[in-house]
């Protein structure tokens, strides 16, 4: 098995898994980090710009954050601004590393199925911690509470 077929699933199941590891704030900026700077090292400059003319949604994800930065600069809070464009800055890495990457459908298919399962296990890990809770505290707003 090449590098490339461990190391790219491998970092996107790890940057999925960070989203339900709410003590792993600082992994979850680390794994995308690393997400893309592989993204970037993984091909040339030259085939980047033939994906992205090949990838008509990429032209639509790149509008959007035009134009978020354009209400960031006619915006008169600048301070909300700036904090609801930092929540989006994933929008912009993202189209222009990943969304630029050759992915094989092998690949594809074993990252979706891994991120099933890691979705599967975190559901069910939260059921067990809501029934528990329940049974100990004896309130059942911990089985219908979000």
Do not use: H
């Amino acid at each position: 098995m090449k590098r490339r077929e461990i190391i790219l699933p491998g970092l996107f199941l790890l940057f999925i898994l960070s989203f339900f590891l709410s003590f792993a704030v600082a992994l979850k900026v680390i794994v995308m980090v690393l997400l893309v700077l592989f993204a970037f090292a993984d091909s040339t400059f030259k085939q980047k710009i033939l994906l992205f003319k090949e990838r008509k949604y990429l032209w639509f994800m790149l509008a959007f954050i035009i134009a978020l930065f354009a209400s960031f600069l006619l915006s008169d809070n600048r301070s909300d601004a700036s904090r609801s464009l930092q929540l989006r800055l994933p929008l912009l890495l993202f189209p222009i590393s990943v969304g630029l990457m050759q992915i094989t459908k092998e690949m594809r298919d074993k990252i979706l199925l891994g991120t099933a399962i890691i979705v599967t296990i975190s559901c069910l890990a939260s059921l067990v911690f809501a029934i528990s809770q329940y049974l100990q505290k004896n309130n059942s707003a911990w089985l219908y509470n979000d």
